[in-house]
């Protein structure tokens, strides 16, 4: 029992930390389409561009192709081959999204913005329309399906070309680099998705499921969109805006029809003052009346109830002077005199 309560406490006190303030730096280093970075983008938009080229026309590129295929590295080191079976899940786009996705949710939690799960849906939706656009326009068939020694294979209604694995790998790995806080985490992250993406892609032609020109054009796509990402910088901030101003609206309905309405204040009855049995004084007209305060403006402490105050007798005996007694009709009230 002891046990389970200094856990409940220990959960309490994460969770009261992590809803703080947010711990997003002051000094966040977003990355910029700066002239660094549009030369590797036109670097990389160059090498993509001649790899195609080089597939088109049949070059020594093709050639190199087959001669990896009849290698078969799957046979020249089968030892291996269990382990990058499931090395390969690494690009592929289901597991990996789910995993950075799960990532990226609690970073966007804990730092009270969208702009991680905003910045991974752009990157997807990106690598799908672009991929996806190049997979079914050059329609290239794999190493398996290949029917011709030496050719290209390509518009044979397949969809390898470029590597979608190894496209995936750069894009969900890298993208953690991109949104990384700081300049030496990113250059961690850089180097992990690098290597991620490097041997996932040699792994999709160690299994014979790739050319490797699928695999360079795979590599060049990937960098293409992470290297064009600060251009949609302006336009997920603008959404981020619309979404949290969409939530704050949603929340300030609910609140109000979920209120309550005030319940009306009861005023405390009075008790009817007891009747007099003496006559009433009148007062003269045009004097001013005491208003009776409510119970709730009078001074805190105890107050003597009516029926324990001293009564005072009018002035004056209601008896009439008689012959007995006739000085109470001269006695005056002493209170009043």
Not at 103 to 110: A, H, I, M, V
Not at 256 to 280: I, M, N, Q, S, T
């Amino acid at each position: 029992m002891r046990t389970e309560r200094n856990l409940t406490r220990r959960l309490e006190r994460v969770f009261a930390r992590l809803d703080r303030e947010p711990e997003r730096p002051a000094h966040l280093d977003m990355p910029r389409m700066s002239r660094h970075r549009v030369v590797l983008l036109g670097l990389t938009l160059s090498f993509y561009l001649a790899i195609v080229v080089a597939v088109l026309t049949t070059s020594w590129l093709v050639a190199f192709d087959w001669q990896v295929m009849f290698f078969r590295p799957y046979q020249q080191w089968p030892e291996i081959h269990a382990f990058l079976d499931y090395w390969v899940v690494l690009g592929q786009r289901g597991p990996t999204a789910v995993m950075v996705m799960a990532w990226l949710g609690w970073r966007s939690w804990r730092q009270h913005t969208l702009r991680p799960l905003l910045m991974f849906g752009t990157a997807l939706l990106l690598l799908n329309v672009t991929v996806g656009a190049a997979k079914l326009g050059m329609g290239r068939a794999g190493p398996h399906y290949a029917t011709l020694i030496g050719s290209n294979e390509m518009w044979q209604n397949g969809d390898i070309f470029p590597s979608g694995h190894t496209a995936n790998a750069v894009v969900t790995w890298g993208i953690l680099a991109y949104l990384a806080s700081t300049p030496r985490a990113r250059r961690w992250l850089s180097a992990v998705s690098a290597v991620i993406s490097l041997s996932v892609g040699l792994t999709t032609v160690y299994l014979g499921t790739h050319w490797l020109s699928d695999v360079l054009l795979g590599w060049a796509a990937g960098l293409l969109i992470l290297l064009a990402l600060p251009w949609f910088e302006p336009a997920v901030a603008r959404v981020e805006a619309v979404v949290l101003a969409v939530r704050t609206r949603w929340r300030t309905r609910g609140a109000g029809l979920a209120a309550p309405a005030p319940a009306p204040a009861r005023v405390p009855a009075r008790a009817p003052a007891p009747a007099e049995d003496g006559p009433r004084s009148r007062e003269p007209v045009g004097a001013a009346r005491p208003t009776s305060r409510p119970s709730a403006l009078l001074a805190p402490g105890p107050h003597t109830p009516r029926g324990e105050r001293t009564p005072v007798s009018p002035a004056g005996s209601r008896r009439p002077a008689t012959a007995r007694n006739p000085a109470r009709a001269a006695t005056t009230d002493p209170q009043r005199a």
